[in-house]
């Protein structure tokens, strides 16, 4: 079965780069990575997603290795909003549905 | 443009009981995705419907069902509740089918006795 797996936390101080990693090391060729982050007491909200290569969006980059077994999130300067939990999440198609498998997230905290 | 809204926000129910959940998408989106986030096993996805179709669905048993209108409003049943059902059920719309991109709504907080 697909499946995430992201360390339970990290901390970062505020204005400084940030790298959260995942590791998905049985995906499919056909599985997409998705990134969303939660907030205290709110749904999720989508950062980014991607397939094979680098891509960059107004809120984050999303790193994916070469074998696709791992990926990274990039946030290029942290701020205190950007505290969250941080999921990475696999869209994957199992008998002719897709579904998102979602890890158990990185709690992100920011210090100022 | 106003985002995803539940209905109820919070819901006590018994066991045994049946509970239907709301959800208002984003203006112009039509697909309506539902997920449980439960403290033990976290998020997971239950069913996405797109154009009043369920498109794709995750691995609940029978007794969680859901529809989509022609508005593109969505509703969640679940019949039979059980202890374990009580979780914060999200909703989440989307321009496209295929579960890319999604809007979440705050939840339906349910809680079963």
């Known amino acids: 079965d697909a499946k995430t797996t992201q360390p339970n936390s990290m901390e970062s101080n505020e204005e400084e780069p940030v790298h959260l990693p995942c590791n998905h090391s049985t995906i499919s060729g056909t599985d997409y990575i998705h990134w969303y982050r939660q907030l205290p007491s709110q749904g999720p909200e989508y950062v980014i997603h991607?397939?094979?290569s680098n891509v960059n969006n107004r809120m984050a980059s999303l790193a994916i290795a070469e074998d696709r077994k791992s990926s990274t999130l990039i946030l290029h300067r942290a701020t205190l909003r950007d505290a969250a939990v941080y999921y990475c999440i696999l869209r994957v198609t199992q008998g002719g549905s897709e579904k998102l498998v979602f890890g158990k997230g990185t709690k992100l905290t920011v210090n100022p | 443009k106003a985002g995803v809204t539940q209905t109820p926000r919070y819901l006590i129910k018994t066991r045994g009981q049946q509970v239907t959940l709301s959800c208002s998408p984003i203006?112009?989106?039509?697909?309506v995705s539902w997920y449980q986030q439960t403290p033990g096993q976290g998020l997971q996805f239950l069913f996405e419907?797109?154009?009043?179709?369920?498109?794709n669905k995750g691995n609940f048993p029978g007794r969680f069902s859901g529809r989509q209108f022609s508005n593109s409003r969505s509703e969640m049943n679940v019949s039979t509740l059980e202890l374990g059902d009580s979780a914060l059920y999200l909703c989440?719309?989307?321009?496209?089918?295929?579960?890319?991109?999604?809007?979440f709504g705050p939840g339906t907080r349910l809680t079963v006795t």
């Open positions: 419907y797109f154009s009043e179709t369920q498109r």
């Open positions: 991607g397939l094979t």
């Open positions: 989440a719309s989307s321009l496209v089918q295929g579960l890319y991109e999604q809007y």
């Open positions: 203006s112009g989106h039509r697909s």
